[in-house]
Protein backbone atom coordinates (compact mmCIF):
# COMPACT_ATOMS: atom_id res chain seq x y z
CA UNK A 1 0.00 0.00 0.00
CA UNK A 2 1.15 3.21 -0.92
CA UNK A 3 1.97 6.05 2.04
CA UNK A 4 -0.96 7.98 1.62
CA UNK A 5 -3.27 5.35 2.03
CA UNK A 6 -1.44 4.15 4.88
CA UNK A 7 -1.62 7.32 6.52
CA UNK A 8 -5.27 7.41 5.92
CA UNK A 9 -5.97 4.02 7.04
CA UNK A 10 -4.47 4.84 10.16
CA UNK A 11 -6.91 8.15 10.85
CA UNK A 12 -9.83 6.79 9.59
CA UNK A 13 -9.79 3.88 12.13
CA UNK A 14 -8.46 6.02 14.97
CA UNK A 15 -11.71 8.34 14.42
CA UNK A 16 -13.44 6.04 14.31
CA UNK A 17 -12.50 2.66 15.99
CA UNK A 18 -10.72 4.52 18.43
CA UNK A 19 -13.94 7.24 19.02
CA UNK A 20 -16.25 4.34 20.00
CA UNK A 21 -13.67 2.75 21.93
CA UNK A 22 -13.30 5.48 24.05
CA UNK A 23 -17.00 6.27 24.42
CA UNK A 24 -17.72 2.65 25.14
CA UNK A 25 -14.92 2.94 27.83
CA UNK A 26 -16.90 6.17 29.02
CA UNK A 27 -19.98 4.75 29.25
CA UNK A 28 -18.25 1.76 31.36
CA UNK A 29 -16.86 3.85 33.94
CA UNK A 30 -20.03 6.01 34.24
CA UNK A 31 -21.94 3.18 35.07
CA UNK A 32 -19.67 2.13 37.83
CA UNK A 33 -19.42 5.22 39.36
CA UNK A 34 -23.53 5.36 39.67
CA UNK A 35 -23.33 2.06 40.44
CA UNK A 36 -20.63 3.15 43.47
CA UNK A 37 -22.99 5.59 44.78
CA UNK A 38 -26.25 3.69 44.44
CA UNK A 39 -25.23 0.29 45.22
CA UNK A 40 -28.36 -0.91 45.41
CA UNK B 1 -57.34 1.93 28.53
CA UNK B 2 -53.77 3.01 28.85
CA UNK B 3 -51.44 1.20 27.61
CA UNK B 4 -48.07 -0.45 28.86
CA UNK B 5 -45.44 0.96 26.47
CA UNK B 6 -42.53 -1.43 25.55
CA UNK B 7 -39.72 -0.65 27.14
CA UNK B 8 -35.64 -2.04 26.31
CA UNK B 9 -34.55 -4.16 29.50
CA UNK B 10 -31.50 -1.44 29.42
CA UNK B 11 -28.99 0.93 27.61
CA UNK B 12 -27.31 -1.64 26.47
CA UNK B 13 -30.31 -3.72 24.26
CA UNK B 14 -31.35 -0.47 22.93
CA UNK B 15 -27.67 0.80 21.78
CA UNK B 16 -27.76 -3.13 20.20
CA UNK B 17 -31.11 -2.35 18.76
CA UNK B 18 -30.63 1.03 17.49
CA UNK B 19 -26.67 -0.21 16.10
CA UNK B 20 -28.90 -3.25 14.70
CA UNK B 21 -31.37 -0.24 12.96
CA UNK B 22 -28.33 1.43 11.38
CA UNK B 23 -25.99 -1.43 10.22
CA UNK B 24 -27.85 -2.33 7.13
CA UNK B 25 -27.14 -3.09 3.43
CA UNK B 26 -25.51 0.51 2.78
CA UNK B 27 -23.20 0.06 5.43
CA UNK B 28 -22.00 -2.89 2.89
CA UNK B 29 -22.87 -2.26 -0.61
CA UNK B 30 -23.11 1.41 -0.64
CA UNK B 31 -20.23 3.13 1.82
CA UNK B 32 -17.25 1.52 0.13
CA UNK B 33 -18.31 2.70 -3.90
CA UNK B 34 -19.11 6.15 -2.71
CA UNK B 35 -16.01 6.44 -0.75
CA UNK B 36 -13.55 5.29 -3.89
CA UNK B 37 -15.88 7.69 -6.35
CA UNK B 38 -15.21 11.02 -3.77
CA UNK B 39 -11.73 11.47 -3.29
CA UNK B 40 -11.01 7.95 -1.74
CA UNK B 41 -8.94 8.07 1.10
CA UNK B 42 -9.81 12.13 1.08
CA UNK B 43 -13.23 11.50 1.63
CA UNK B 44 -12.65 10.72 5.17
CA UNK B 45 -12.45 14.42 6.08
CA UNK B 46 -16.02 15.71 4.39
CA UNK B 47 -17.15 12.23 6.23
CA UNK B 48 -16.17 12.89 9.43
CA UNK B 49 -17.14 16.44 9.19
CA UNK B 50 -20.71 15.55 7.96
CA UNK B 51 -20.90 13.01 10.79
CA UNK B 52 -20.09 15.40 13.30
CA UNK B 53 -22.31 18.65 11.89
CA UNK B 54 -25.52 16.73 11.01
CA UNK B 55 -25.21 12.92 11.55
CA UNK B 56 -24.67 12.91 15.40
CA UNK B 57 -26.72 15.92 15.74
CA UNK B 58 -30.19 14.60 14.04
CA UNK B 59 -29.94 11.37 15.93
CA UNK B 60 -29.51 12.99 19.01
CA UNK B 61 -32.49 15.24 18.03
CA UNK B 62 -34.53 12.55 17.13
CA UNK B 63 -33.67 10.14 20.67
CA UNK B 64 -34.32 13.54 22.52
CA UNK B 65 -37.77 14.22 20.64
CA UNK B 66 -38.58 10.19 21.51
CA UNK B 67 -37.63 9.91 24.80
CA UNK B 68 -38.63 13.47 26.05
CA UNK B 69 -42.03 12.85 24.40
CA UNK B 70 -42.36 9.41 25.18
CA UNK B 71 -44.02 8.27 22.19
CA UNK B 72 -44.10 6.98 18.97
CA UNK B 73 -43.17 9.72 16.09
CA UNK B 74 -47.19 11.07 15.61
CA UNK B 75 -47.23 11.33 19.18
CA UNK B 76 -43.90 12.82 19.62
CA UNK B 77 -44.71 15.73 17.37
CA UNK B 78 -48.19 15.87 18.15
CA UNK B 79 -46.62 16.65 22.35
CA UNK B 80 -44.22 19.04 19.97
CA UNK B 81 -46.60 20.87 18.53
CA UNK B 82 -50.41 19.62 17.44
CA UNK B 83 -49.80 21.19 13.59
CA UNK B 84 -46.86 18.26 13.03
CA UNK B 85 -48.50 15.43 14.23
CA UNK B 86 -49.00 14.57 10.34
CA UNK B 87 -44.80 15.16 9.95
CA UNK B 88 -44.73 12.18 12.39
CA UNK B 89 -47.17 10.12 10.07
CA UNK B 90 -45.78 10.66 7.11
CA UNK B 91 -42.14 9.38 8.27
CA UNK B 92 -43.60 6.33 10.16
CA UNK B 93 -45.12 6.04 6.53
CA UNK B 94 -42.01 6.29 4.33
CA UNK B 95 -40.15 3.75 6.41
CA UNK B 96 -43.41 1.28 6.07
CA UNK B 97 -42.94 1.79 2.09
CA UNK B 98 -39.28 1.07 2.22
CA UNK B 99 -40.02 -1.76 4.34
CA UNK B 100 -42.10 -3.47 1.33
CA UNK B 101 -39.25 -3.73 -1.15
CA UNK B 102 -36.31 -3.91 1.97
CA UNK B 103 -37.81 -7.79 2.40
CA UNK B 104 -37.60 -8.40 -0.95
CA UNK B 105 -33.85 -7.50 -1.52
CA UNK B 106 -33.66 -9.80 2.09
CA UNK B 107 -35.44 -12.36 0.09
CA UNK B 108 -32.88 -12.10 -2.75
CA UNK B 109 -29.77 -12.18 -0.47
CA UNK B 110 -31.27 -15.64 1.70
CA UNK B 111 -31.18 -16.75 -1.92
CA UNK B 112 -27.75 -16.31 -2.60
CA UNK B 113 -27.03 -17.35 0.76
CA UNK B 114 -28.21 -20.71 -0.21
CA UNK B 115 -26.52 -20.29 -4.21
CA UNK B 116 -23.29 -20.12 -2.29
CA UNK B 117 -23.25 -23.82 -1.76
CA UNK B 118 -21.36 -25.05 -4.75
CA UNK B 119 -21.46 -21.34 -6.23
CA UNK B 120 -24.68 -22.54 -8.33
CA UNK B 121 -24.41 -18.72 -10.18
CA UNK B 122 -22.27 -20.28 -12.67
CA UNK B 123 -19.82 -18.28 -14.80
CA UNK B 124 -22.00 -16.03 -15.89
CA UNK B 125 -23.38 -14.16 -12.68
CA UNK B 126 -24.77 -10.91 -14.56
CA UNK B 127 -26.96 -13.55 -16.64
CA UNK B 128 -27.90 -15.91 -13.68
CA UNK B 129 -29.15 -13.03 -11.55
CA UNK B 130 -31.36 -10.64 -14.52
CA UNK B 131 -32.11 -13.73 -16.51
CA UNK B 132 -32.84 -16.89 -14.52
CA UNK B 133 -32.90 -15.81 -10.74
CA UNK B 134 -35.04 -12.32 -11.35
CA UNK B 135 -36.29 -13.06 -15.13
CA UNK B 136 -36.63 -9.59 -15.62
CA UNK B 137 -39.03 -8.61 -18.65
CA UNK B 138 -38.11 -6.50 -21.31
CA UNK B 139 -40.36 -3.44 -20.62
CA UNK B 140 -41.38 -1.46 -17.53
CA UNK B 141 -45.24 -2.22 -17.23
CA UNK B 142 -44.69 -5.96 -18.01
CA UNK B 143 -44.98 -7.27 -14.36
CA UNK B 144 -44.51 -10.99 -15.84
CA UNK B 145 -46.47 -12.59 -12.89
CA UNK B 146 -45.03 -13.39 -9.76
CA UNK B 147 -41.07 -15.16 -9.76
CA UNK B 148 -41.25 -18.33 -7.76
CA UNK B 149 -37.35 -18.14 -6.91
CA UNK B 150 -38.35 -14.87 -4.90
CA UNK B 151 -41.72 -15.69 -3.48
CA UNK B 152 -40.32 -18.50 -1.33
CA UNK B 153 -37.45 -16.74 0.39
CA UNK B 154 -39.48 -14.24 0.55
CA UNK B 155 -42.70 -16.08 2.34
CA UNK B 156 -39.53 -17.24 4.67
CA UNK B 157 -38.35 -13.65 5.75
CA UNK B 158 -41.80 -12.49 6.44
CA UNK B 159 -42.75 -15.33 8.50
CA UNK B 160 -39.72 -15.12 10.35
CA UNK B 161 -39.87 -10.94 11.13
CA UNK B 162 -43.95 -11.69 11.39
CA UNK B 163 -43.15 -13.67 14.92
CA UNK B 164 -40.22 -11.36 16.04
CA UNK B 165 -42.63 -8.34 15.72
CA UNK B 166 -45.46 -10.32 17.22
CA UNK B 167 -42.96 -9.46 20.41
CA UNK B 168 -43.11 -7.21 22.80
CA UNK B 169 -39.74 -4.86 21.62
CA UNK B 170 -37.60 -6.15 24.30
CA UNK B 171 -38.44 -9.88 23.45
CA UNK B 172 -38.11 -9.79 20.03
CA UNK B 173 -35.97 -6.60 18.48
CA UNK B 174 -33.90 -7.09 21.49
CA UNK B 175 -33.14 -10.20 21.61
CA UNK B 176 -32.82 -10.93 18.05
CA UNK B 177 -30.04 -7.78 18.32
CA UNK B 178 -28.48 -9.15 20.58
CA UNK B 179 -27.98 -12.12 18.99
CA UNK B 180 -27.35 -11.04 15.55
CA UNK B 181 -25.05 -8.20 15.74
CA UNK B 182 -22.08 -9.71 17.35
CA UNK B 183 -22.41 -12.37 15.15
CA UNK B 184 -22.37 -10.24 11.80
CA UNK B 185 -19.20 -8.25 13.52
CA UNK B 186 -18.11 -11.35 13.55
CA UNK B 187 -18.73 -12.49 10.32
CA UNK B 188 -17.22 -8.97 9.27
CA UNK B 189 -13.92 -9.02 10.39
CA UNK B 190 -13.69 -12.97 8.75
CA UNK B 191 -14.41 -11.69 5.11
CA UNK B 192 -12.85 -8.51 5.78
CA UNK B 193 -9.38 -10.40 6.67
CA UNK B 194 -10.16 -12.43 4.06
CA UNK B 195 -10.36 -9.71 1.64
CA UNK B 196 -7.95 -7.78 2.53
CA UNK B 197 -5.53 -11.10 2.39
CA UNK B 198 -6.37 -11.99 -1.16
CA UNK B 199 -3.55 -12.08 -3.97
CA UNK B 200 -4.69 -8.07 -5.47
CA UNK B 201 -5.73 -6.97 -2.33
CA UNK B 202 -3.08 -3.91 -1.91
CA UNK B 203 -4.32 -2.62 -5.35
CA UNK B 204 -8.12 -2.43 -4.37
CA UNK B 205 -7.33 -0.71 -0.94
CA UNK B 206 -4.97 1.63 -2.53
CA UNK B 207 -7.93 2.59 -4.80
CA UNK B 208 -10.02 3.03 -2.00
CA UNK B 209 -7.92 5.02 0.69
CA UNK B 210 -5.29 6.97 -1.80
CA UNK B 211 -6.28 10.74 -1.04
CA UNK B 212 -6.94 12.29 -3.63
CA UNK B 213 -7.14 15.95 -1.82
CA UNK B 214 -8.44 18.14 -4.68
CA UNK B 215 -12.00 16.59 -5.07
CA UNK B 216 -12.46 18.34 -1.86
CA UNK B 217 -13.05 21.53 -3.59
CA UNK B 218 -15.94 19.97 -5.69
CA UNK B 219 -19.36 20.45 -3.67
CA UNK B 220 -20.34 16.78 -4.81
CA UNK B 221 -18.36 15.39 -2.51
CA UNK B 222 -19.28 16.75 0.11
CA UNK B 223 -23.10 16.39 -0.67
CA UNK B 224 -22.11 12.97 -1.33
CA UNK B 225 -20.53 12.61 2.36
CA UNK B 226 -23.19 14.13 4.05
CA UNK B 227 -25.59 11.97 2.23
CA UNK B 228 -24.04 8.79 3.11
CA UNK B 229 -24.09 9.88 6.70
CA UNK B 230 -27.82 10.39 6.63
CA UNK B 231 -29.14 7.22 5.02
CA UNK B 232 -26.50 5.12 6.79
CA UNK B 233 -27.18 6.22 10.49
CA UNK B 234 -31.45 5.16 10.00
CA UNK B 235 -32.25 9.29 10.53
CA UNK B 236 -35.41 10.49 8.81
CA UNK B 237 -37.51 6.72 9.75
CA UNK B 238 -38.85 8.07 12.79
CA UNK B 239 -36.88 4.73 13.87
CA UNK B 240 -34.86 6.38 16.30
CA UNK B 241 -37.78 8.50 17.95
CA UNK B 242 -39.53 5.47 18.18
CA UNK B 243 -36.63 3.44 20.10
CA UNK B 244 -35.69 6.38 22.16
CA UNK B 245 -39.54 6.09 23.57
CA UNK B 246 -38.57 2.71 24.44
CA UNK B 247 -35.73 4.00 26.61
CA UNK B 248 -36.33 4.23 30.93
CA UNK B 249 -36.73 7.52 31.97
CA UNK B 250 -33.32 8.62 32.99
CA UNK B 251 -31.80 6.77 30.54
CA UNK B 252 -28.57 8.41 28.93
CA UNK B 253 -29.13 9.29 25.46
CA UNK B 254 -25.77 11.37 24.17
CA UNK B 255 -23.24 8.66 24.78
CA UNK B 256 -25.42 5.81 23.03
CA UNK B 257 -25.65 8.21 20.24
CA UNK B 258 -22.07 8.80 19.64
CA UNK B 259 -21.19 4.69 20.26
CA UNK B 260 -24.46 4.26 17.90
CA UNK B 261 -23.05 6.79 15.42
CA UNK B 262 -19.48 5.47 15.64
CA UNK B 263 -20.40 1.35 15.40
CA UNK B 264 -22.05 1.78 12.49
CA UNK B 265 -19.87 4.37 10.56
CA UNK B 266 -16.13 1.92 12.14
CA UNK B 267 -18.22 -1.05 10.94
CA UNK B 268 -18.73 0.47 6.93
CA UNK B 269 -14.95 1.82 7.10
CA UNK B 270 -14.34 -2.08 7.91
CA UNK B 271 -16.74 -3.42 5.36
CA UNK B 272 -15.02 -0.62 3.02
CA UNK B 273 -11.40 -2.60 3.38
CA UNK B 274 -12.84 -6.41 2.97
CA UNK B 275 -14.68 -5.18 0.21
CA UNK B 276 -11.71 -3.33 -1.80
CA UNK B 277 -9.36 -6.06 -0.84
CA UNK B 278 -11.65 -8.31 -2.66
CA UNK B 279 -12.12 -6.26 -5.69
CA UNK B 280 -8.54 -5.60 -5.98
CA UNK B 281 -8.36 -9.45 -6.31
CA UNK B 282 -10.75 -9.63 -9.30
CA UNK B 283 -9.19 -7.20 -11.05
CA UNK B 284 -6.02 -8.98 -10.50
CA UNK B 285 -7.79 -12.42 -11.36
CA UNK B 286 -9.39 -10.31 -14.44
CA UNK B 287 -6.59 -8.52 -15.64
CA UNK B 288 -8.07 -4.97 -15.57
CA UNK B 289 -7.97 -2.00 -13.10
CA UNK B 290 -9.92 -1.85 -10.13
CA UNK B 291 -12.53 0.85 -11.91
CA UNK B 292 -12.97 -1.92 -14.52
CA UNK B 293 -15.07 -4.10 -11.56
CA UNK B 294 -16.12 -1.44 -8.87
CA UNK B 295 -19.72 -1.34 -8.82
CA UNK B 296 -22.08 -0.63 -5.80
CA UNK B 297 -25.47 -1.93 -4.73
CA UNK B 298 -27.14 -4.86 -6.02
CA UNK B 299 -24.55 -4.96 -8.81
CA UNK B 300 -22.18 -5.19 -6.46
CA UNK B 301 -23.32 -7.73 -4.35
CA UNK B 302 -25.47 -10.12 -6.91
CA UNK B 303 -22.92 -9.68 -9.75
CA UNK B 304 -20.03 -9.02 -8.55
CA UNK B 305 -19.40 -10.62 -5.16
CA UNK B 306 -20.22 -13.79 -6.64
CA UNK B 307 -17.76 -13.43 -9.10
CA UNK B 308 -14.93 -12.90 -6.81
CA UNK B 309 -16.22 -16.14 -5.12
CA UNK B 310 -15.59 -18.35 -8.53
CA UNK B 311 -12.47 -17.25 -8.58
CA UNK B 312 -11.17 -17.42 -4.79
CA UNK B 313 -8.21 -20.12 -4.55
CA UNK B 314 -10.07 -22.31 -1.70
CA UNK B 315 -13.04 -22.33 0.49
CA UNK B 316 -14.98 -20.46 -1.87
CA UNK B 317 -18.34 -21.79 -0.90
CA UNK B 318 -17.84 -20.81 2.81
CA UNK B 319 -16.84 -17.13 1.89
CA UNK B 320 -19.80 -16.93 -0.04
CA UNK B 321 -22.15 -18.02 2.87
CA UNK B 322 -20.43 -15.98 5.18
CA UNK B 323 -20.88 -12.46 2.50
CA UNK B 324 -24.59 -13.35 1.44
CA UNK B 325 -25.06 -14.38 5.39
CA UNK B 326 -23.46 -10.95 6.78
CA UNK B 327 -26.14 -9.28 4.38
CA UNK B 328 -29.11 -11.16 5.50
CA UNK B 329 -28.21 -10.30 8.92
CA UNK B 330 -27.54 -7.14 8.62
CA UNK B 331 -31.06 -6.57 6.80
CA UNK B 332 -33.13 -8.27 9.47
CA UNK B 333 -32.40 -5.78 12.54
CA UNK B 334 -32.76 -2.79 9.73
CA UNK B 335 -36.60 -4.18 8.55
CA UNK B 336 -37.46 -5.08 12.10
CA UNK B 337 -36.54 -1.20 13.05
CA UNK B 338 -38.22 0.28 9.57
CA UNK B 339 -41.66 -1.47 10.69
CA UNK B 340 -41.57 -0.86 13.70
CA UNK B 341 -42.53 3.03 13.40
CA UNK B 342 -45.49 2.22 11.85
CA UNK B 343 -46.29 -0.33 14.07
CA UNK B 344 -45.82 1.75 17.16
CA UNK B 345 -47.80 4.76 15.86
CA UNK B 346 -50.68 2.62 15.28
CA UNK B 347 -50.89 1.64 18.81
CA UNK B 348 -50.72 5.17 19.95
CA UNK B 349 -53.42 6.27 18.17
CA UNK B 350 -55.97 3.95 18.17
CA UNK B 351 -54.98 2.29 21.24
CA UNK B 352 -54.74 -1.72 20.05
CA UNK B 353 -52.73 -4.35 21.09
CA UNK B 354 -49.17 -5.18 19.80
CA UNK B 355 -50.85 -8.28 17.79
CA UNK B 356 -53.63 -6.31 16.16
CA UNK B 357 -50.97 -3.25 15.02
CA UNK B 358 -48.51 -5.90 13.75
CA UNK B 359 -50.99 -8.01 11.90
CA UNK B 360 -52.22 -4.18 10.31
CA UNK B 361 -49.04 -3.37 9.44
CA UNK B 362 -47.03 -6.42 8.77
CA UNK B 363 -50.04 -7.51 6.56
CA UNK B 364 -50.40 -4.71 4.40
CA UNK B 365 -46.47 -4.62 3.50
CA UNK B 366 -46.62 -8.23 2.83
CA UNK B 367 -49.01 -7.50 0.16
CA UNK B 368 -47.32 -4.59 -0.85
CA UNK B 369 -43.67 -6.54 -1.61
CA UNK B 370 -45.33 -9.07 -3.91
CA UNK B 371 -45.28 -6.24 -6.45
CA UNK B 372 -41.59 -6.52 -6.23
CA UNK B 373 -41.66 -10.50 -6.31
CA UNK B 374 -43.08 -10.08 -9.89
CA UNK B 375 -40.50 -10.52 -13.29
CA UNK B 376 -40.68 -6.40 -13.65
CA UNK B 377 -40.11 -6.42 -9.78
CA UNK B 378 -36.71 -4.82 -9.54
CA UNK B 379 -37.65 -1.98 -12.17
CA UNK B 380 -40.41 -1.42 -9.73
CA UNK B 381 -38.17 -1.44 -6.68
CA UNK B 382 -35.23 0.53 -8.09
CA UNK B 383 -37.96 3.70 -8.78
CA UNK B 384 -39.40 3.58 -5.68
CA UNK B 385 -36.68 3.44 -3.75
CA UNK B 386 -35.18 6.42 -5.38
CA UNK B 387 -38.40 8.55 -4.49
CA UNK B 388 -38.66 7.60 -0.87
CA UNK B 389 -34.50 8.59 -0.30
CA UNK B 390 -34.27 11.13 -2.49
CA UNK B 391 -37.81 12.78 -1.33
CA UNK B 392 -39.68 11.57 1.41
CA UNK B 393 -36.92 10.95 3.61
CA UNK B 394 -34.52 14.02 3.10
CA UNK B 395 -38.20 16.23 3.43
CA UNK B 396 -38.77 14.91 6.09
CA UNK B 397 -35.31 15.20 7.67
CA UNK B 398 -35.37 19.09 6.58
CA UNK B 399 -39.37 19.24 7.99
CA UNK B 400 -38.24 17.88 11.40
CA UNK B 401 -35.29 20.52 12.06
CA UNK B 402 -37.93 23.24 10.87
CA UNK B 403 -40.84 21.70 13.40
CA UNK B 404 -38.31 21.72 16.30
CA UNK B 405 -35.88 24.74 15.85
CA UNK B 406 -38.29 26.83 13.92
CA UNK B 407 -41.59 26.55 14.44
CA UNK B 408 -41.82 25.21 18.00
CA UNK B 409 -38.52 26.57 18.53
CA UNK B 410 -38.28 23.82 20.91
CA UNK B 411 -34.33 23.23 20.50
CA UNK B 412 -33.17 24.16 23.76
CA UNK B 413 -35.71 22.28 25.66
CA UNK B 414 -34.56 19.24 24.04
CA UNK B 415 -31.19 20.41 24.56
CA UNK B 416 -31.90 20.45 28.03
CA UNK B 417 -33.43 17.22 28.18
CA UNK B 418 -30.17 15.32 26.83
CA UNK B 419 -28.13 16.81 28.93
CA UNK B 420 -30.49 16.08 32.11
CA UNK B 421 -29.82 12.62 31.48
CA UNK B 422 -27.04 12.01 30.26
CA UNK B 423 -23.03 11.14 30.64
CA UNK B 424 -21.82 13.19 27.65
CA UNK B 425 -23.44 16.95 27.93
CA UNK B 426 -24.12 18.44 24.51
CA UNK B 427 -23.06 22.36 23.92
CA UNK B 428 -24.54 25.21 21.73
CA UNK B 429 -22.59 23.30 18.88
CA UNK B 430 -25.93 20.98 18.70
CA UNK B 431 -28.19 23.77 18.88
CA UNK B 432 -26.56 26.04 15.70
CA UNK B 433 -26.28 22.16 13.77
CA UNK B 434 -29.83 21.95 14.33
CA UNK B 435 -30.88 25.19 13.37
CA UNK B 436 -28.70 26.12 10.67
CA UNK B 437 -26.47 23.57 9.13
CA UNK B 438 -28.49 20.27 9.16
CA UNK B 439 -31.45 21.76 7.96
CA UNK B 440 -29.25 23.68 5.22
CA UNK B 441 -27.38 21.01 4.02
CA UNK B 442 -30.72 18.58 3.76
CA UNK B 443 -32.09 21.46 1.82
CA UNK B 444 -29.22 21.89 -0.85
CA UNK B 445 -29.63 18.17 -1.01
CA UNK B 446 -33.28 17.77 -2.07
CA UNK B 447 -32.39 21.18 -4.15
CA UNK B 448 -30.08 18.82 -6.06
CA UNK B 449 -31.96 15.78 -6.22
CA UNK B 450 -34.98 17.94 -7.80
CA UNK B 451 -32.21 19.76 -10.08
CA UNK B 452 -31.07 16.24 -11.55
CA UNK B 453 -34.81 15.01 -11.82
CA UNK B 454 -35.32 17.77 -14.25
CA UNK B 455 -32.85 17.14 -16.12
CA UNK B 456 -33.61 13.52 -17.67
CA UNK B 457 -36.06 11.02 -16.69
CA UNK B 458 -34.50 8.56 -13.63
CA UNK B 459 -32.39 5.57 -15.00
CA UNK B 460 -34.47 6.07 -18.19
CA UNK B 461 -37.66 4.97 -16.95
CA UNK B 462 -41.29 5.83 -18.45
CA UNK B 463 -42.61 8.88 -17.23
CA UNK B 464 -45.87 7.23 -16.70
CA UNK B 465 -44.05 4.91 -14.44
CA UNK B 466 -42.23 8.06 -12.43
CA UNK B 467 -45.54 9.57 -12.38
CA UNK B 468 -47.47 6.51 -10.93
CA UNK B 469 -45.17 4.83 -8.80
CA UNK B 470 -42.60 7.59 -8.12
CA UNK B 471 -44.82 10.82 -7.41
CA UNK B 472 -47.69 8.34 -6.43
CA UNK B 473 -46.16 6.92 -3.41
CA UNK B 474 -44.79 10.28 -1.95
CA UNK B 475 -48.72 11.44 -2.66
CA UNK B 476 -49.79 8.12 -1.32
CA UNK B 477 -47.88 8.63 2.17
CA UNK B 478 -48.94 12.29 2.43
CA UNK B 479 -52.65 11.67 1.90
CA UNK B 480 -52.00 8.85 4.48
CA UNK B 481 -50.26 11.20 6.87
CA UNK B 482 -53.23 13.78 6.96
CA UNK B 483 -55.74 11.12 7.04
CA UNK B 484 -54.31 9.66 9.96
CA UNK B 485 -53.44 13.68 11.08
CA UNK B 486 -56.94 14.12 11.67
CA UNK B 487 -58.16 10.78 13.01
CA UNK B 488 -59.37 10.88 16.60
CA UNK B 489 -56.99 9.54 19.31
CA UNK B 490 -58.81 6.41 20.35
CA UNK B 491 -56.05 5.53 23.35
CA UNK B 492 -55.94 7.23 26.81
CA UNK B 493 -52.17 8.93 25.72
CA UNK B 494 -53.19 12.55 25.65
CA UNK B 495 -51.05 14.62 24.35
CA UNK B 496 -49.13 16.78 27.10
CA UNK B 497 -46.16 19.85 26.44
CA UNK B 498 -42.87 18.60 26.40
CA UNK B 499 -42.06 21.30 29.58
CA UNK B 500 -44.90 19.75 31.48
CA UNK B 501 -43.62 16.79 31.11
CA UNK B 502 -40.07 17.58 32.05
CA UNK B 503 -41.40 18.96 35.53
CA UNK B 504 -43.13 15.95 36.21
Not at chain 2, 261 to 280: C, K, P
Not at chain 2, 304 to 318: D, K, R, Y
Not at chain 2, 433 to 454: A, R
Request: proline share 3%; glycine share 10%; net charge neutral.
Amino acid sequence: MNTGAIVMLVLGATGLWGGLAYFLWYAWRCSKKKQNVNPS
Amino acid sequence: MAQVRDQWTGRAGFIMAAVGSAIGLGNIWRYPYVAYENGGGAFLIPYFFALLTAGIPILLLEYALGHGHKGSSPLAYRRLSKKWEWLGWWQALIAFLISTYYMVILAWALSYTWFSFGTQWGGDTEKFFFDQYLGVTDSFWNFGGLQMNVVIPLLLVWIFVYFVMRQQAHKGIERLSRIIMPILIVMMIIITIRGVTLDGATVGLNALLTPDFGALIHPEVWVAAYGQVFFSLSVGFATMITYASYLKKDEDLSNSGLIAALSNSGFEFMAALGVFGALGFLAAQSGVDVQGVVASGVGLAFVVFPQIINELPWLNSMFGVLFFGSLVFAGLTSVVSIVEPAISAIRDKLGTTRTAAVNWICGSSFVISFLYATKGGINYLDLIDHFLNSYGLLVGAVLMTIAVAWTSRKVRDLQSHINRVSDVHIGSWWVICISVVTPLVLFIMTGMNIWEELQAPYGDMPYSGILIMGYGSLLLALIAAVIFHHMEWKANMEPVQFNEKEGA
